[in-house]
């Protein structure tokens, strides 16, 4: 991609990535939009821009994760929903005592919910590959930009009154931490390659100022959001640069340190956040109905119904319904743990893929950061290290790949991954 290119091309994407987050983090349905004009965005880039090799441990999964979640809306022969879903195929079967015999059906219980997931997911695919295409040093601005912007609404919010927690534009305050968090370590990096930079020393000197007050405004207002998984999720992933930070001559300490991150963070977060996130935080955790645990619970009930091709992605609220003991009264629509509720979803198989490709994305980074640590781009690359740990942290409570603005977030952060070294390391 040529220069002139590029910076039009974030320039765009910081619009639609604001447009997104606007409207309530993309749950709202103006939000839809945002899909429409990314696609729009990226076509003339890849014609126009140069090519930028994808490996195959990348493109595979890449490409086959949207495919078999499109293979959830195809309608199959009974038989063999049969032998690839048979508690799907239970169902429909006792529906012919009422209904006619139905002789095709999709893997997904509600292809309408997975058909709309599938278009947001090959958004974010789309996003992923031309972040690859972008110099690392440029790539995270869009994230960084939005960020800032919604970190200082955050606050206003906060100190103003005008609601309990920090949201910014989302509607959970959990998912507005979230996407801070994601762009939290690249502030911080960011500063550090400007640091480590001798060209232009005066602009480097402004940006990093600029840098190091967003990283201000954005951890100040991760606080303000009062949620205790999101400041968590965010000093984990502060904690493993720190790790990574350690010279390559030390790697036992390397390993020590990663080891003690969680116990780290977990001491820090029950000494530094104020006394509202702590709070909070000890609410989510206790077992009874409608707690964290009890959703969780009910969750693995349903695991072995769609283990092998999962129930279709967004269809968790259908698919409890068989199983579930609790809350029939309620709205249950997450998991508030997207690794289990991927898993239900997915089933083994999608759930695999997604695992492979997250391998592939985050070890060219990883192996940039342990080489060349001190360098501008081991700096670059531990910052997305540190947001994509930040965001597998919070997954484990919460909900995050289903909203739009924050899946475009990750994206964004995974590409940068996969191409943060000095020439595309995969």
């Known amino acids: 991609m040529t ?56 493109f595979w999964p890449l490409v086959l994760l949207p495919l078999y979640v499109g293979l959830q809306l195809v309608p199959l022969p009974m038989p063999l929903l049969k032998v690839l879903a048979p508690v799907r195929w239970e169902h429909l079967d006792a529906l012919e005592a009422v209904l006619p015999p139905v002789e095709y059906a999709a893997l997904s219980l509600v292809p309408a919910e997975t058909f709309a997931l599938l278009l947001t997911l090959l958004a974010a695919a789309l996003i992923l590959l031309t972040m690859r295409k972008i110099r690392p040093e440029w790539a995270a601005l869009p994230l960084l930009v939005i960020a800032t912007l919604e970190a200082l609404l955050g606050i206003l919010q906060y100190w103003h009154g005008d609601s309990a927690a920090a949201t910014g534009t989302w509607r959970n305050h959990s998912h507005y931490a979230n996407f801070l968090a994601m762009a939290l370590p690249f502030a911080l990096m960011y500063a550090v390659a400007l640091a480590r930079s001798e060209k232009h020393l005066r602009v480097s000197t402004l940006a990093g100022v600029a840098l190091i007050g967003s990283s201000a405004l954005i951890a100040l207002a991760i606080i303000f959001s009062l949620s205790g998984s999101g400041f968590i999720a965010a000093l984990a992933g502060v904690s493993f640069m720190g790790v990574l930070q350690i010279d390559r001559k030390h790697r036992a300490w390397q390993a020590g340190g990663a080891l003690l991150v969680l116990l780290l963070t977990v001491t820090a977060f029950l000494v530094l956040p104020s006394d509202p996130v702590v709070v909070r935080f000890a609410g989510e955790a206790k077992f009874g109905e409608g707690s964290r645990p009890a959703i969780w619970a009910e969750t693995w009930k349903v695991l072995p119904d ?121």
Do not use: C
């Open 3 to 58: 220069k002139a290119i590029e910076p039009l091309y974030l320039l765009g994407l910081t619009l639609i990535l604001g447009y997104t987050a606007w409207h309530r983090g993309g749950f709202a349905p103006e939000a839809t939009w945002a899909l429409l004009a990314l696609g729009l965005l990226s076509l003339p880039f890849w014609l126009l821009g140069r090519n930028a090799r994808v490996s195959g441990k990348i």
């Open 306 to 426: 769609h283990l092998v091709a999962g129930s279709g992605l967004g269809t968790l609220q259908s698919a409890l319904y068989r199983q579930s003991d609790i809350m029939h009264d309620r709205l249950i629509d997450y998991a508030h743990n997207d690794w289990l509720q991927l898993l239900v979803e997915l089933g083994v198989v999608g759930f695999g893929l997604l695992l492979a490709l997250l391998l592939a994305l985050i070890l060219p980074a990883l192996k940039t950061a342990l080489r060349y640590p001190k360098s501008v781009h081991g700096a670059i690359a531990i910052g997305a290290i540190g947001s994509l740990a930040a965001v597998a942290i919070h997954g484990f409570y919460n909900f995050n790949v289903y909203a739009p603005a924050n899946l475009f977030g990750m994206a964004m952060a995974a590409g940068i991954a996969a191409r943060s070294g000095p020439r595309s390391t995969d």
